[in-house]
């Protein structure tokens, strides 16, 4: 099969060089350049030394020079970047599958409000595909351009969309516990990432303000429009890598633990990344670390008739680069699967 150039925007940031990571070992996307707007005219390995056998030198950002060379772009900006860049990344006629937060939500107001940026334009928004693989995979096979999920939402998405199907939640109940390794607050200084700030620390940020919530909840209303709004309380652990989402649900219909079990067993039968445990048998994020796996339980209380799900996943991998290549594999035809069969890293 031909061999599809690629092109990373923010190879120098943590998602950048998990993309670098892995595209290294697909079969198919070769790596044709990388791109950086304030170290341009650097090797990569100066920046990232484990990378001393990588010989790429970071280019400028020139979009029409770029549209002659590549197929597909990965954008892995900042927010606020990425909506003055990708228009004219989809105007040279480039695939694009954008990594930051700029096109998850789909009108100007409700973007501006929870990012506190400018909005890109409505009529970019509407051309996006929101790239949650296991769910929009054929929405994704034929868009050009993907808004890949955020990290925070990936894992609670997964991990309440079998209800969400099923109309199973009662409206406005649902709670949500994050916790996040350091790595998602990305590799820009700032002292919440400090070693003496975190260090032997839980730090709980942006209480009801994470712009997490509206994609969570926009993507929830598309399964079930009186689902309503969500807590969401997000925390940083003293780890790199990881994310754990522990949402509690109350359901509108009483059902044992093992109807609820065999639920998210059926709904995830055909989801190569989703592995959904034992009854009883919870994950740990340790047990995703590196790969492009989502780890899922559930279990219902009887005496409340309330839902626990966990849900685990590596923030760099499913929760950014890893599932921007699912998505790329499924936009260019390929298995969703081809160059991510990797095994979490243990211990």
Known sequence: MKEIKVGIIGATGYGGIELIRLLSNHPHFQIHAVYSSSQDGMEISEVYPHLA?????????????????LDIIFTATPS??????????????????DL???????????????Y?????????????????????????KESTFIANPGCYPTATLLGLAPLAQKKLIQPNSIIVDAKSGISGAGRGLSPIVHYAEINENLKIY???????????????????????HISFSPHLI???????????????KEFSAEEIHQLYVNCYEDAPFVRVRKLGEFPSTKE?????????????D??????????????????????AIQNGNIMMGYDQQTGLNVLPIYP
């Open 53 to 69: 056998n990588i010989l790429y030198t970071l280019k400028k950002i020139e979009p029409k020079e770029m549209a002659k060379e």
């Open 238 to 252: 003293p780890m790199s890598r990881g994310i754990m989402s522990t949402m509690y649900v109350q359901l509108n």
């Open 100 to 114: 930051s937060g700029d096109f998850r939500l789909k009108t100007e107001e409700l973007y501006e409000k929870w």
């Open 288 to 300: 995703v670390s590196g790969s492009n796996y989502c780890d899922i339980n559930v279990t219902v």
């Open 116 to 140: 506190k940026k400018p909005s890109a334009s409505i009529e970019d928004l509407e051309k996006s595909v929101y790239g949650l693989s296991e769910w929009f995979a054929d929405e994704v």
């Open 206 to 228: 942006k209480i009801n303000q994470h712009p997490h919530i509206p994609e969570i909840e926009s993507i929830l209303a598309r399964w079930d429009d009186q689902i309503g």
């Open 80 to 97: 606020g970047v990425s909506s003055q860049l990708v228009p004219q990344l989809l105007k040279e006629g480039i695939k694009v599958v």
């Open 302 to 323: 009887e005496r409340t008739n309330r839902v626990t799900i966990v849900a685990v996943i590596d923030n760099l991998v499913k929760g950014a680069a890893g599932q």
